[in-house]
């Protein structure tokens, strides 16, 4: 927002040190994109969120922010929509603690594992203790895939409080929506039947306590099953 990145203005970009990017920050809103849903957590009863780098103009979450101004290009699902492979992360600040987490799908709990595990965005952004894991045809969250044919997505939640809307994202849109949810836990197997170019899926979960959370997504290329057998 405020400190927002212009999406726009890069050729290129450096996979080598940058593959995730901060999608919420505590002490400031959600910057998954326009007309996205905001969390609740941390705000003091009556607080306003500031947007726009302008204390002057501020909303209230949980209503969604439909205008970032100046900042509308710094988006996550402006990054995404312009080809940008990026996962998700949650980050706190001083005044901000214990309402931003990241989480992370390492394969050995050591410092190279984690770290490797953000080169490869296998990672998830919450606003509370949430587990949340996604895959597609198998791939975990963050893998680039190629695809002949349906592609199944799978995710679990493991809420802190009962959900309120489970949503899978397609291509920057939302698609599947889970909603009037009593549990606290979620596992559905979906099939997307029928893809045509380069699909993005990712998942973003709501709570009824206003606390979410987001995976990194998985990019699904269509191969035709003539093109896979050459």
């Known amino acids: 927002t405020g400190m927002g990145t212009d999406w726009t203005r890069y050729e290129r970009f450096g996979y080598s040190s940058e593959n995730t990017v901060e999608i919420f920050q505590g002490a400031r809103v959600s910057y998954e994109g326009a007309g996205a849903p905001q969390p609740t957590a941390g705000m003091q009863p009556g607080a306003p969120y500031t947007i726009n780098g302008d204390k002057s103009v501020s909303v209230n979450a949980p209503d969604p922010i439909d205008d970032f101004g100046q900042f509308a290009t710094g988006t996550y699902q402006t990054a995404l929509e312009l080809g940008l492979r990026l996962g998700v992360f949650a980050c706190s600040d001083h ?12 394969e050995e709990f050591t410092r190279e594992g ?14 509370d203790r949430i587990y949340l894991n996604f ?6 969250l963050g893998s680039e895939i190629t695809s002949t044919g ?3 997505l799978w995710f679990r939640v493991e809420g802190t409080a009962p959900l309120s809307r489970v949503t899978i994202v397609r291509n920057e849109e939302n698609w599947k929506t889970y909603e009037s ?5 979620l596992e559905m197997t979906v099939d997307d039947e029928a893809p045509q170019a380069e699909q993005r899926y990712y998942v973003r979960v709501e709570q009824a306590d206003g606390n979410m959370a987001w995976s990194s997504p998985v990019w699904v290329s269509p191969v035709s099953p003539t093109s896979a057998t050459d």
């Open 95 to 106: 005044i901000a603690q214990h309402t931003s987490y990241g989480g992370v799908f390492c």
């Open 114 to 127: 984690i770290i490797e595990a953000f080169d490869s965005r296998r990672t998830i952004a919450a606003t």
């Open 135 to 140: 895959t597609a045809n198998g791939s975990p």
């Open 150 to 152: 349906p592609v199944r």
């Open 181 to 185: 949810l009593e549990s606290q836990q």
